[in-house]
């Protein structure tokens, strides 16, 4: 299993390539491709739904073929994808192939996040996503070296397209690896292909929705307006404001690795607690009227808080629901993470338009709120049926 674990790793690597690539190329590439700066709003909404889409099939996908030959599929999808970005000669061609992209991305998601709440310990689910948080470092990097060429971005996809290949020919090669492990067929993984509308009728199921959607909405809130709040509302300059807003995502990243080492030791439900209370303080930090870093410190401890959250929240899905509908569970909950990172962003820049910037900190404490109200309800639930199960036995 250690072998296979290795190769997680790497798919979660590649999971986080393609993820910001499109930001960090889209300067060059819409005026190569005659299309307006805003359209990439276009593009990146058709990635999030085909992501929404093959996240909520996901569950009945792996049931008929299992996690393997889901995962190969979707991430050769991705890799046709990026591959074809590469030639697409105007706009229309790239959203086509954005179809594909998001499709590939959802269900490869879900089907390893499950996978791995199944059957590997908590340290690893923070540390797959520190190594995705890694490939999502890497695209852009990867991107920049090409960038200076005319056309340059066709290359950058092209290099990131082939990777994607090679992961695919390695995963196809080590398929007897899954098979010998007993984890290729549906039944092992999936025990019930259970109708969303049924799962959503189970106790806890809606709460843990709010919380996989104000999680995602505060990351992706931090990440696409933290700098702008800092130069509008506080006054820093744009150079500073970007190099500050970098270490919420270092911030990330190190807190998975740190969440991994103390995970032996600490619940998810507690590792949960813990980082919605540091979000608390970072969000407070931007607040306070003092020195300009605090606003730092803020940033820092905002992504110390949001590490540890995201995965733990996935990884105790099969306790909290059952291992028998948990990939059933986990669709759903990707699927509404993505609705989150793709809607409450937008929403928070209209309301920054019309209200200021000085709204954005308390943004990030109103959806940290109610999340902490809906974890601590699925927490209540759970231990109600704990105690009815020790009555009744």
Same mark, same amino acid.
């Given at each position: 299993m250690t072998t296979l674990l290795i190769i997680i790793y790497v798919t979660f690597i590649s999971l986080g390539l393609p993820d910001a690539v499109l930001g960090s190329s889209w300067p060059r590439m819409y005026m190569d491709l005659n299309s307006s700066i805003a359209s990439a709003g276009l593009?990146?909404?058709?990635?999030?739904?085909?992501?929404?889409?093959?996240?909520?099939?996901?569950?009945?996908?792996?049931?008929?073929?299992? &996690?393997?030959?889901?995962?190969?599929?979707?991430?050769?999808?991705?890799?046709?994808?990026?591959?074809?970005?590469?030639?697409?000669?105007?706009?229309?061609?790239?959203?086509?192939?954005?179809?594909?992209?998001?499709?590939?991305?959802?269900?490869?998601? $879900?089907?390893?996040?499950?996978?791995?709440?199944?059957?590997?310990?908590?340290?690893?689910?923070?540390? %797959?996503?520190?190594?995705?948080?890694?490939?999502?470092?890497?695209?852009? %990097?990867?991107?920049?070296?090409?960038?200076m060429k005319d056309n340059g971005w066709r290359t950058g996809y092209l290099v990131i397209g082939v990777l994607q290949i090679i992961l695919v020919l390695v995963l196809f090669i080590t398929l007897p690896m899954w098979k010998r492990a007993k984890i290729t067929t549906g039944p092992s993984e999936v025990k019930a292909e259970v109708k969303i509308s049924v799962l959503l009728k189970i106790k806890g199921a809606k709460s843990a929705l709010v919380g996989f959607f104000c999680f995602c909405?505060?990351?992706?809130?931090?990440?696409?307006?933290?700098? &702008?709040?800092?130069?509008?509302?506080?006054?820093? $300059?744009?150079? &500073?404001?970007?190099?500050?807003? $970098?270490?919420?995502?270092?911030?990330?990243?190190?807190?998975?690795?740190?969440?991994?080492?103390?995970?032996?030791?600490?619940?998810?439900?507690?590792?949960?607690?813990?980082?919605?209370?540091?979000?608390?303080?970072?969000?407070?930090?931007?607040?306070?009227? %003092?020195?300009?870093?605090?606003?730092?410190?803020?940033?820092?401890?905002?992504?110390l808080g949001c590490a540890p959250i995201y995965p733990s929240m996935l990884h105790e899905t099969p306790h909290r629901f059952g291992k028998e509908i948990s990939q059933g569970i986990m669709g759903i909950q990707m699927a509404t993470a993505y609705i989150g990172s793709a809607f409450v962003p937008p929403l928070v820049g209209y309301a920054t338009n019309r209200v200021g910037f000085g709204i954005f900190p308390i943004v990030i404490l109103g959806f940290v709120v109610l999340m902490m109200l809906s974890t601590e309800n699925i927490n209540r639930i759970l231990r109600r049926r704990?105690? &009815?199960?020790?009555?009744?036995?």
């Open positions: 593009v990146a909404m058709i990635i999030c739904g085909g992501t929404i889409i093959s996240s909520l099939f996901s569950a009945r996908l792996i049931n008929r073929w299992g &996690t393997a030959h889901v995962t190969i599929v979707s991430v050769l999808l991705t890799a046709i994808a990026l591959g074809g970005i590469a030639f697409v000669p105007n706009f229309i061609w790239l959203c086509l192939l954005a179809v594909p992209l998001g499709l590939g991305a959802g269900a490869v998601d $879900s089907a390893l996040n499950n996978f791995v709440a199944l059957h590997y310990n908590a340290k690893h689910m923070n540390w %797959l996503h520190c190594f995705w948080g890694i490939g999502a470092t890497s695209g852009p %990097l990867l991107m920049a070296l090409f960038l909405a505060i990351e992706m809130t931090a990440g696409l307006w933290g700098s &702008t709040y800092l130069v509008l509302y506080k006054d820093i $300059s744009v150079v &500073t404001a970007a190099k500050w807003v $970098s270490f919420f995502y270092i911030g990330v990243t190190v807190g998975r690795f740190i969440a991994g080492l103390i995970s032996v030791r600490v619940s998810n439900i507690n590792m949960i607690r813990r980082g919605q209370f540091l979000i608390i303080v970072g969000a407070t930090l931007m607040i306070i009227p %003092l020195t300009d870093q605090f606003q730092l410190m803020g940033f820092i401890i905002l992504g704990k105690d &009815t199960a020790l009555a009744g036995s």
